[in-house]
């Protein structure tokens, strides 16, 4: 995972969602959500990937909880869970183990897409780390306010809800800085040269057909 191109990466992520969309087994969910914290371990990500994707795993708990009570069937929510999970996942799995540079010279080199909406998908992903830098901050302020975050599961989760609209405020006001910054820098004003090398090497077309191949297996089965 980590010695492949970004491209390879990139398609490695559709083919993820592929496969948690078109699987309705808990086993083979849990086997793609199990391939991908290997690649975590393998790829020797840093302590806050492994934190974010505890609180992914906490998510998919409240999922399973909340698609039980509207229909009380363990299988299909265990289902619902995991598919959220390995879908999401390998999202942070992408972006812990490669350069948003890399990502965006792919998109543009290789998948021809334009710069700017480049640009934007690949700042999107940068601000998920943001995002659990600042929720950890917004809970510790409440904290030392007073704030009591203790309790069961359920009751963790809800408390959780009052995270939200701080962070979402936070990232509002940062859309706005960052949307400043880039038109006093003429973001957009001319064309952009992209020199990143995401040549694909034997890695990556051995990591195609393994893809290509599982999919085939999951849709012929």
């Known amino acids: 995972m980590f010695k492949v191109a970004p491209l390879t990466k990139i398609v490695f992520t559709m083919v993820v969602s592929l496969w948690a ?3 309705f087994s808990p086993l083979a969910l849990s086997v793609v959500v199990g391939v991908q914290l290997l690649l975590m371990v393998l790829g020797r990500v840093e302590a806050k990937t492994y934190k974010a994707t ?3 795993a906490l998510f998919a708990v409240f999922l399973f909880l909340l698609q039980y009570v509207f229909v009380p069937d363990t299988r299909l929510a265990l289902v619902t869970g995991l ?6 996942m390998v999202f942070i799995l992408v972006l812990a183990t490669t350069r948003v540079q890399d990502l965006t010279a792919a998109l543009v080199g290789q998948c021809r897409i334009p710069y700017e909406y480049a640009f934007m998908f690949t700042t999107a992903l940068r601000f998920v780390p943001d995002f659990l830098s600042e929720s950890r901050t917004i809970q510790e302020a ?3 306010r007073g704030y009591s975050t203790k309790g069961n599961i359920v009751k963790r989760m809800i408390n959780f809800l009052a995270i939200v609209k701080p962070l ?3 990232a509002i006001s940062r859309s706005e800085t960052m949307a400043l910054s880039m038109e006093l820098r003429g973001f957009g004003s001319q064309k952009r040269n992209i020199g990143s090398q995401v040549a694909l090497g034997w890695h990556d077309y051995t990591a195609l057909s393994g893809m290509v191949t599982v999919t085939l297996g999951i849709f012929l089965y």
């Open 21 to 23: 969309v078109a699987l």
């Open 54 to 56: 505890a609180y992914l």
């Open 83 to 88: 598919k959220m999970m390995a879908m999401a």
């Open 168 to 170: 979402v405020l936070r």
């Open 142 to 144: 409440q904290a030392c």
